[in-house]
């Protein structure tokens, strides 16, 4: 029930924009910090985009007044709008959860993860 499950993913010209879902158990969404990170070939996993059970967000600078991080407990999800999407977003975007109550930015403070959603960003 800890594991997330993402989707949503596609392939998008750029300057388009998708939106990530990540869906999780209630008790997972309520009580965990939830965060996106992706990767793309050749390059580590990054951060992306992260929110707290309180609703406290981080974001990469990087993705700073494009992407927003959004979470809906009545519908067990946590969602990544990606606008003005660039060739450089093209990653596997992966739903993490962690325990606690801040958000973090280092993707071993997080010990479930999902499978991954491709991105591609085509120029």
């Known amino acids: 029930q800890v594991q997330p499950v993402e989707s949503g993913g596609g392939l998008v010209q750029a300057g388009g924009s998708l939106r990530l879902s990540c869906v999780a158990s209630?008790?997972?969404?309520?009580?965990?910090?939830m965060g996106w990170f992706r990767q793309a070939p050749g390059k580590e996993r990054e951060f992306v985009a992260a929110i707290s059970r309180s609703g406290n967000t981080a974001y990469a600078d990087s993705v700073k007044g494009r992407f927003t991080i959004s979470r809906d407990n009545a519908k067990n999800s946590v969602y990544l709008q990606m606008n003005s999407l660039e060739p450089q977003d093209t990653a596997v975007y992966y739903c993490?959860?962690?325990?606690?109550?801040?958000?973090?930015?280092?993707?071993?403070?997080?010990?479930?993860w999902g499978q991954g959603t491709q991105v591609t960003v085509s120029s």
């Open positions: 993490a959860a962690r325990t606690g109550a801040l958000v973090r930015t280092t993707a071993n403070e997080y010990a479930y």
């Open positions: 209630e008790r997972t969404l309520r009580m965990y910090t």
